[in-house]
């Protein structure tokens, strides 16, 4: 089963840390992210720009709204995703665990409901889409 791992955080946090602790913080994704490959559970992952960049669209009256900014102004902002790959929630949530936003931010960690007879292989799905 496929798990989404949301990553909450501070996203002013990284411009308040030294070059040094930028790098550690850089290193601890990149290790992280190479254990989930080497696991064979890794399906995708992508930090995503700062809220400054979001821009809102929704429906009203059949009309097409564009806002900017994020749709919920908080504390902590979605910052990136992982997307995993494992036997059921309780490998879900050990994984979570050793995400390093759940040391300085929140991981959300959702089971994805699967689209009937679609593929939950994204190589297959990115081949068929080209």
């Not at 890794?42 to 995503?48: D, E, Q």
């Amino acid at each position: 089963m496929q798990y989404l791992f949301i990553l909450f955080a501070d996203q002013n946090a990284w411009g308040r840390m030294s070059s040094v602790e930028q790098e550690r913080g850089v290193a601890a994704y990149r290790a992280y992210t190479e254990a989930l490959k080497e696991a064979g559970v890794w399906v995708g992952s992508n930090r995503l720009q700062n809220t400054n960049t979001a821009t809102t669209v929704r429906l009203v009256d059949g009309k097409s709204q564009v806002l900017d900014g994020p749709y919920a102004d908080s504390k902590e902002q979605l910052a990136g995703y992982y997307l995993i790959e494992a036997p059921d929630l309780d490998a879900a949530l050990s994984w979570a665990a050793r995400c390093p936003t759940a040391s300085h931010g929140t991981v959300e960690v959702r089971p994805v409901w699967p689209v009937p007879g679609a593929t939950s292989d994204v190589a297959s799905a990115t081949a068929t889409a080209a």
